[in-house]
């Protein structure tokens, strides 16, 4: 098979699976191949090449990977280079397509379309498909393997078999009424690897997290729940996740204060997320902060009267420190709850109050606007001053630095 027959099988079987533009450049930006379905309205076709040579500059920058641009306009493209022994470098590129429903408002208030453009956009928007992220996952995993397609021979089979039909009718039946094991497996494989990455959250094992979040991309997609809302479809799973993060992460013995709060964060930041961009980030971030909680607010390590101790110095953290009620709640005497608290966390019960204010501290000092006097006395320092310099020596930066690096 020649070059260039090979390169038109692979662009036309792309281009009739997806049943989205798809367009073989040349190394220089010339077109080679064009299979068009929606046809790109004239006033934008310049603004279409910019975009076309950003994606081509980007492909030949990452060669193993399929790079995907949304541009102002809310119109999607993949692309990916193609490599192939002693022949020049093309970039296949497939769209334009949407991964959500565009803000026709928004893009007239930044553009100053005028009546007749606004209208012809318009129309060319509810031409283009409307992919979920899974589906554009599964064309960006076609996209690396384009370069592999083949003509293949095709036999068309004889389907002369009527008089055996009726014969099988009620096998057919009864086979129609079994379910789905192909279904019932992609099922099971779904609570598998979610058992294993809660089991990874659990652990604060972020590398493997990530490990496996890599492999799966697209195989906890239930877009096709919510046709044609790609954004509520992923609010939806994000809500899911977020329990399923919150359970791994009280498994990982995670006090409850800190559960409701990274909870109630991330339930708000969801909801007000109204792009699949912005929720994709948002997946990304919760799977990292449970981890970081987990390892860093975690008390499965300890002892049964240790954690007795760290659960109440956690959730009293801006309160006198009282040894003896501390030593009663665990059973203990209270030189005894000393050195064994000092043994399993490797700080005195006073050390350990203080880091957990200036962790409180440091979550204020960046997310509210309120004062540095304010902040200390709500962590428990009735003096400004001492808890800006006890901030420095464990931070090594004073509360205002935190809060504004320059």
């Not at 279904?183 to 809660?198: Q, V």
Request: proline letters at 3%; aromatic letters at 8%.
């Amino acid at each position: 098979m020649t070059f260039q027959l090979q390169l038109t099988v692979a662009s036309l079987t792309l281009y009739q699976l997806t049943d989205i533009n798809t367009i073989i450049l040349n190394g220089n930006g010339s077109p080679f191949l064009v299979h068009e379905r929606d046809p790109f309205p004239e006033y934008m076709l310049e603004l279409q090449q910019r975009h076309f040579q950003y994606l081509m500059a980007e492909t030949k920058h990452s060669p193993e990977e399929c790079c995907m641009f949304t541009d102002e306009l809310g119109l999607s493209y993949l692309g990916k280079i193609l490599l192939f022994e002693e022949q020049d470098t093309k970039i296949i590129i497939v769209g334009p397509f949407l991964n959500q429903v565009p803000d026709m408002s928004r893009v007239d208030h930044k553009f100053k379309i005028d009546t007749q453009k606004q209208i012809e956009l318009e129309t060319f928007y509810r031409t283009l498909k409307l992919l979920s992220s899974s589906r554009i996952q599964s064309m960006a995993n076609l996209l690396d393997q384009v370069s592999t397609i083949r003509q293949t021979s095709l036999r068309v089979l004889n389907s002369e078999y009527n008089a055996t039909v009726k014969a099988h009718q009620a096998d057919i039946e009864l086979m129609l009424q079994q379910p789905d094991d192909s279904y019932i497996e992609l099922i099971e494989l779904r609570y598998k690897i979610e058992k294993e990455m809660t089991r990874a959250v659990e652990k604060g094992d972020k590398a493997n997290l990530q490990r496996i979040l890599k492999q799966v991309k697209n195989l906890f997609d239930f877009s096709e729940r919510f046709p044609n809302q790609p954004v509520r479809a992923l609010k939806n799973v994000l809500i899911v996740l977020n329990t399923l993060l919150r359970g791994a992460a009280e498994r990982g013995k995670v006090q409850p204060l800190f559960l409701h709060r990274i909870s109630e964060k991330f339930s708000k930041q969801i909801e007000r997320s109204d792009t699949i961009d912005s929720l994709i980030k948002l997946m990304g971030v919760m799977h990292e902060e449970y981890c970081d909680l987990v390892r860093n607010r975690a008390i499965s390590g300890y002892s049964p009267s240790i954690q007795k101790a760290v659960e109440h110095i956690v959730s009293h953290f801006n309160q006198s420190l009282d040894v003896n009620h501390i030593a009663d709640l665990c059973g203990l005497h209270p030189a005894h709850l000393s050195r064994r608290f000092k043994k399993e966390t490797g700080m005195t019960l006073t050390e350990f109050q203080q880091k957990q204010r200036m962790e409180e501290a440091k979550i204020l000092l960046k997310s509210e606007r309120a004062s540095i006097g304010w902040i200390s006395g709500y962590v428990g320092y009735e003096d400004s001053g001492y808890f800006t310099r006890v901030f420095k020596k464990l931070e090594g930066m004073s509360p205002s630095q935190y809060r504004d690096p320059k």
